[in-house]
């Protein structure tokens, strides 16, 4: 008998759960606010889900009604990608080592 | 168009990246390497998802030109943002995440063919519960972040609503989508699946409304959580790689930071969410002892000559120096009390601020270097050998009923150990009560030295006097 694809979806996401779980405790305190950010921001990966919903309406009807859902939701996860990243990466820039110029 | 073995490799590359990307925050010297991987990762899964399709007709365009709105938009409101607003940036973000899974999942569930997962009114099971979960929990995450952004932006009171049957009702709504989701896989029913994201998002609502202003941080991380397990479900629908590994992490990140919250304020996870703490303080207690008991309370000029005359200095900020937007003043401050060989650093309580690590960004915008900021367990047993401990709009994490006074809501709570320094100097409107509804016994110690303003003001006050 042949193992359905869905137990290998699983192990994946059960095996990414735990890697989760020790890449986040290590992650230092001083950090948790990029850390949310940038979490908010890969998460919107789900715009995969919305090029291909929008990519799908046929030819003569581009704007069907599970299209148009597929545009939003590009719009709603593209300001997250972009937001996300953008300021995190601002966040992060602040973040300095006291400088070398005391006693 | 290329193969879907060839597209599943790069999907598992961008999760790889994302991976790292989590990982590079370890330190603040490899987290801005890390972010060019999270980047890297997202670029790569949304071109990989264009060839796979290889649909280039004129839908394409319309595709990049919303991405392109999209993007511009983020990046506006991402360099636009003050940084002590970043609590209800990031929580209009987790309620965006969620709507976008709920469209998605809406998308697929009335377009199944374009995702393989069927036919209209004969989707696969395993993919029809999958859409429903990622719907429901999408659709929660969405209006509780949204409620979470209205209470954290003050359009919306931070203190609890609590009605009568409250549980009970969010019980049975609760129950209801189970039983949805049951008979939406039985019956391929579209007006079933559109009452399951209606009642999803109402449970969101009455989520989050009964937690309190100050539980914030758990919340955010609660949601933030949500919006992982939500991509998650949408990722086992799409039969997405690179979406379910980040669903994984974003879930697990989030549920440890609401664990580290929950820690830091001695509260279990159960009675966060039920609601409600602060509603209801004892207020004859604390009228009574308001009234009695005797406060020293002083000005710019005494906070500037007993921090001059001392030779190590902390600072305890707290979300009342975000309110201020103090914190640049604090940093003048501190340059001066430096050039008098003054050795000053900071103490940081998990939950100060209302969200995760907001006290330490602050910091780090006011140009304070991250290595003279320390951690609650780091930290707190220098204060017994420091002269002066300077409290700026912190409270309910310094009072030392937390380690006296069993009665007290707040005991047992991890506090800063500000009373055993030699003078505090505690920056604050008034005596009213913290967020927990209790009164702070350290304004009455005969150590403390209550300076009644506005923080930013009496910053710069004390900046004037210390020349």
Known sequence: MEI??????????ILSIFIGYYVVWSVTPSLHTPLMSVTNAISSVIIVGAIIAALAGTPGDIFDVSSIFGYIAIILAAINIFGGFLVTQRMLQMYKKKKDKKK | MISANFSAVFYLVSGILFILALRGLSSPDTSRQGNYFGIAGMIIAII?????????????????????????????????????????????FHSLVGLAAVFVAIAAFLNPEAFNLGFVGDIKLASLIEMSIGAAVGAITFSGSIIAFLKLRGIMSGSPITFSGQHFLNLLLGIGIFALIFYLCKTQSANIFWILVLISFLVGILLIIPIGGADMPVVISMLNSYSGWAAAGIGFTLENTAL??????????????????????????????????????????KKDKQD?????SGNAEDAAFLMKNASSVIIVPGYGMAVAQ???????????????????????????????????????????????????????NDFANSDVAFVIGANDVTNPVAKTDPKSPIFGMPVLDVEKCKSVLFVKRS?????????NELFYKDNTLMLFADAKKMTEDIVKNLD
């Open chain 2, 326 to 380: 103090a914190q640049h003043a604090l940093r003048e401050m501190v340059d001066k009390l430096k050039k008098n060989d003054i050795k000053v650093t900071y103490a940081i309580h998990p939950v100060a601020g209302r969200m995760p690590g907001h006290m330490n960004v602050l910091l780090a915008e006011a140009n304070v270097p991250y290595d003279e900021v320390f951690e609650l367990e780091d930290i707190n």
């Open chain 2, 244 to 285: 379910i590994i980040t669903g994984a992490l974003v879930g697990s990140s989030g549920a440890i930071l609401s664990y580290i919250m929950c820690k830091a304020m001695n509260r279990s996870f159960v009675s966060v969410i039920l609601g409600g703490f602060g509603a209801d303080n004892s207020a004859e207690s």
């Open chain 2, 431 to 439: 005596l009213s009560p913290g967020y927990a509804g209790i009164d």
């Open chain 2, 48 to 92: 990989v998802t264009f060839l796979s399709i290889g649909n280039f007709s004129t839908s394409l365009s319309y595709v990049i030109i919303f991405l392109l709105i999209g993007g511009a938009l983020g990046a506006f409101i991402a360099f636009k943002i003050p940084m002590t607003a970043m609590p209800e940036l990031v929580a209009g």
């Open chain 2, 292 to 296: 009695q008991k005797p406060v020293k």
């Open chain 1, 4 to 13: 359905d694809p869905f137990i290998f979806r699983l192990s994946i996401f």
